[in-house]
C-alpha cells in the first residue's frame, strides 16, 4: 500500500503553481510519509491548500498538521488549511461533512481514492486509487475551490 504514498510525493514534486489536498482524517504518520513532497513544493513557492474536519487546535486532524504548519512558517511557499464540517445542533451527528480523499496538482493532474492520509490509509488498508489528467482535473478543482469559497472556515494561513 505504500505505492499510494509514492504516488502522492511524486505529484507533490510535480506541483509547480498549486497543491490542493483533501482528506477527512489525517493523523501525524500518516501526514509525515507527506510532508517531504509537501515541503519540497513550499520550497518551490507553490501554494499550498489543505481541506479537511474538525480542525480546533488540540484535535487530532489538526495536531496532525503541527510539522506542516513549522515547515510553513519557514518556506517561500504558502499553506492555507479549511476546515469542512458543521455539526448538527444538539447532535454529533453532522449537518454536513467531507469524506473526500483527493491531492490536485495544478489543476491538471489529480490522486482520486480511498485512502485516508493516515498511516493505516497508506500501509495497513487495502486501498485503491487513481491518478487523473487533463479536463476532469480542472473541473474537479472548481468543485472543490467552490465548496472552501461557500462553506469551509479557515483555520490556518501563512
Not at 504514498?5 to 503553481?17: F, I, Q, R
Not at 461533512?97 to 485512502?115: I, N, P
Amino acid at each position: 500500500m505504500s505505492q499510494i504514498a509514492s504516488k502522492l510525493l511524486n505529484l507533490c514534486g510535480e506541483a509547480e503553481d498549486t497543491l490542493l489536498l483533501v482528506s477527512p482524517y489525517l493523523e501525524a504518520k500518516g501526514v509525515a510519509w507527506l510532508l517531504p513532497g509537501i515541503e519540497g513544493a513550499l520550497k518551490r513557492g507553490v501554494s499550498v491548500s489543505i481541506v479537511s474536519r474538525e480542525l480546533e487546535p488540540g484535535t487530532p486532524n489538526f495536531s496532525a498538521l503541527d510539522r506542516l504548519f513549522d515547515v510553513a512558517r519557514n518556506s517561500d511557499g504558502n499553506v492555507t488549511v479549511y476546515d469542512y464540517y458543521e455539526p448538527k445542533s444538539n447532535s454529533s451527528v453532522p449537518l454536513y461533512t467531507l469524506h473526500s480523499k483527493l491531492l490536485l496538482v495544478d489543476r491538471t493532474k489529480a490522486y482520486l481514492g480511498s485512502a485516508n492520509f493516515t498511516k493505516y490509509g497508506f500501509s495497513e488498508n487495502l486501498e485503491v486509487g487513481v491518478i487523473l489528467r487533463g479536463g476532469s482535473v480542472s473541473e474537479l478543482e472548481h468543485l472543490v475551490r467552490y465548496v472552501i469559497k461557500n462553506s469551509a472556515t479557515e483555520v490556518f494561513s501563512r
